[in-house]
C-alpha cells in the first residue's frame, strides 16, 4: 500500500482536460519525477494542454500536495484527488486507471494484470483487457486473460486460438502434462501467477460442460431420437474438523469403498463431509457419502463413517488418520457452498470417460450417466447440433445398455454383417477399448514413440485410427472392423516378444475384446 500511494502522489502530476492528461508545473521536483519514470514511464510521454476551470480546483489540490514534506499529509492528499475524480469525474476514471497500466506496463510486469483487470471492471472498456506474451518450448503466443478466466481456448497462435493443452502438445510438451508450469509467461510459470491470484483459470475442461436441461420428454442420442442431513452425533463430529487447504488435483487419491452389496470409487479432491461435495462415483452416479449409505441400504437414518468401508474397515479410518479431512462448517468453497452451476458438475466426471484428461477442450455430459466426452473422444463425434441442442444427450454406452438384443448367431454370421446395420455394437465395443487402455498405451501411433517400430511391424495399427475409419465409415463389414482390431494385438505379440509387461497390455485387451464381442453380438457357444 505504501508503495501504492506513493507512486500514485508521484504520478498524480496533472489532471483531465477534454479528455487529455495535463502535466501539472509544480510536480517537476527531482523525486517525484524520478518516481514516475520508474513506476509509471508511460505517462511521462503525454502532451501538455490548457487546464479548464473545472480542473483548476484540482490543480491547486495536487500543487498543495507537492509541497508537503510528511508522509500522512501525502496520502491524505492523494485520497482526496481520488474523492475529486469520483465526484467531479467520474466517466474519466477509467482514463485515469487506463493511463496507469499502459500495455507496456502489463507487459514488463504481468502480475500488475490482474489488478488492472478487476479496477477496470467497474468501468469496461471495449477490448482493453491486454494480450499476455506466453511461450512454451520454442512457441511464442499471447494469452487472453479473460479467456482463461473463462476455460475458454485463450492463446493465440498463428492466427488460431488453442487451449493451454492444444498450445502445449503443439510445443511437443504433451509428455509434462500439466500445461500451468510448462506455459511461461517472460519465464514466470502460469502456475505461479495462477496460485498467487495474479491469474485466473477455472478447472480447464475447457470451458463449460453441456448441461443438463430440463425436461422435453425426447431424448437426444447420436444413433436415434427418441433427507440431507446426517445423523446428530455426525454433525457434531464435522464441525470440530478443521477446514483443509485448498483442493490440489495432483494430490487426487481414490479409494475402493463398498456399502452392503454396491461397490463405488471415493475421490478425495471431491470429498468435503458427508453431505456436501458428490465425492463417491458409482456406474450410475456420483452422490455424496450420504446418499451412498441411504442408498445400498434402503435406510433413512445412516451413519456413513461406519457403514462405508475401504478395504473391510470403516471410513472413519481414513477421516482419523487425515487421509480424508472433513471441511469445517463455515468452509466456503465450492463443495461446500455451491452455487448451481457447481452443483451440476458434480453429477458427471471431471475428465474424459474416454482418454482420461480433462483440460484439453470442452467436456459434454451425458444425461443419463455420470461420464463425460470430449467431443471428438466420443463416438459417433458429438457435434454442434447436439451442443445447441436443448433435449438431453443419452451417450453411447447409454444408448446402447437401452437396447435389447435377443437373436442369437454365429460368429461368421456376425463377421460377415454389415457394419451400418451393426454401427452401434461397433462403436460400443471400440469406446470400451479405449476407456480399458488407461495408459493411452494402445491410442496413438506407435511409430511416433518407437524408432525402430517401422522396421519389426510393416502395417501398424492403433484404436485412434480404428476410431477415424469408424466415423468416416470406411468399413464395410462387421469382419473388417474386428480385423483391425486383432491386427493391433497381433502387432503387440511380436514387437514386444521380450517385453513382458506391454505384452500382458495386450493380451488382456484382447481378451476383453474377444469377451466383449460375444456378449454384444450374442454368440451361440
Known amino acids: 500500500m505504501h508503495f501504492f500511494i506513493s507512486s500514485l502522489s508521484s504520478s498524480c502530476k496533472g489532471e483531465w482536460t477534454s479528455g487529455a492528461w495535463i502535466p501539472l508545473r509544480a510536480m517537476n521536483s527531482s523525486r517525484f519525477s524520478t518516481a514516475i519514470k520508474q513506476c509509471f514511464p508511460a505517462w511521462t510521454n503525454c502532451k501538455p494542454s490548457l487546464a479548464s ?38 466517466n474519466d476514471i477509467h482514463k485515469f486507471w487506463k493511463c496507469v497500466f499502459e500495455d507496456t506496463i502489463i507487459n514488463q ?46 492463446i493465440l497462435f498463428q492466427n488460431q486460438w488453442f487451449t493451454p493443452g492444444e498450445f502445449e502438445r503443439r510445443a511437443g510438451k504433451m509428455s509434462s502434462k500439466n500445461w500451468k508450469w510448462s506455459i511461461r509467461c517472460n519465464g514466470t510459470p502460469l502456475g505461479k501467477l495462477i496460485e498467487d491470484g ?24 447420436d444413433q436415434v431420437s427418441s433427507n440431507d442431513m446426517e445423523s446428530s452425533t455426525d454433525d457434531t463430529d464435522e464441525e470440530t474438523e478443521q477446514q483443509p487447504e485448498a483442493d490440489d488435483d495432483r494430490s487426487n487419491m481414490l479409494f475402493k ?73 463455515m468452509c466456503l468453497c ?18 474424459c470417460f474416454i482418454c482420461k484428461r480433462d483440460e484439453d477442450s470442452e467436456l459434454v455430459v451425458c444425461d443419463f450417466c455420470p461420464r463425460s466426452f470430449h467431443e471428438k473422444c466420443h463416438l459417433p463425434h458429438i457435434d454442434d447440433a447436439i451442443l445447441e441442442d436443448d433435449r438431453k444427450w443419452m451417450c453411447t454406452f447409454c444408448v446402447f445398455r437401452s437396447y435389447t438384443y435377443t437373436d442369437e448367431m454365429g460368429m461368421t454370421d456376425a463377421l460377415s454383417r454389415q457394419i451400418s446395420a451393426r454401427m452401434l455394437q461397433c462403436q460400443y465395443l471400440l469406446l470400451h477399448l479405449c476407456c480399458a487402455d488407461e495408459d493411452q498405451t494402445f491410442a496413438s501411433d506407435p511409430n511416433l514413440n518407437l524408432s525402430d517400430y517401422s ?15 469408424l466415423q468416416s465409415r470406411e468399413y464395410k463389414t462387421v469382419g473388417e472392423f474386428v480385423s483391425d482390431v486383432k491386427l493391433i494385438f497381433t502387432n503387440c505379440a511380436k514387437f514386444n516378444r521380450e517385453n513382458a509387461e506391454f505384452l500382458a497390455r495386450g493380451n488382456r485387451l484382447k481378451q476383453l475384446f474377444d469377451r466383449e464381442f460375444k456378449s454384444v453380438f450374442n454368440i451361440r457357444k
Open 455 to 469: 522396421t519389426v511391424i510393416q502395417t501398424p495399427m492403433w484404436l485412434g485410427k480404428v476410431a477415424n475409419k
Open 334 to 351: 465450492t463443495l461446500c457452498k455451491p452455487d448451481k452451476t457447481d452443483l451440476e458438475n458434480q453429477n458427471n466426471d471431471d475428465e
Open 198 to 221: 495474479q491469474l485466473e483459470a477455472v478447472p480447464y475442461r475447457g470451458g463449460a460442460k453441456k448441461k443438463n436441461r430440463s425436461p422435453p420428454d425426447t431424448v437426444l442420442t
Open 109 to 154: 510486469y504481468p502480475p500488475l494484470c490482474l489488478l488492472r483487470h478487476r479496477l477496470m471492471d467497474a468501468y469496461p472498456l471495449k477490448n482493453d483487457v491486454p494480450d499476455l506474451p506466453v511461450t512454451c518450448g520454442s512457441l511464442k503466443g499471447s494469452l487472453n486473460i479473460e479467456k482463461l478466466a473463462k476455460g475458454e481456448q485463450c
Open 257 to 329: 469403498v463398498t456399502c452392503g452389496a454396491v461397490c463405488g470409487t471415493l475421490h478425495s479432491k471431491r470429498f468435503a463431509s458427508g453431505t456436501c461435495g458428490k465425492s463417491i462415483r458409482t456406474e450410475r452416479s456420483w452422490m455424496s457419502p450420504v446418499d451412498f449409505a441411504k442408498e445400498a441400504l434402503s435406510q433413512t437414518d445412516v451413519y456413513w463413517r461406519k457403514d462405508i468401508e475401504w478395504e473391510g474397515k470403516p471410513l472413519s479410518v481414513l477421516i482419523e488418520k487425515k487421509t480424508l479431512k472433513i471441511h469445517s462448517v
Open 53 to 90: 476551470s473545472q480542473t483548476t480546483a484540482s490543480f491547486h489540490r495536487t500543487n498543495k500536495m507537492s509541497r508537503m514534506k510528511s508522509r500522512e499529509n501525502q496520502k491524505r492528499a492523494v485520497y482526496e484527488i481520488l474523492v475529486w475524480f469520483e465526484t467531479e469525474r467520474p
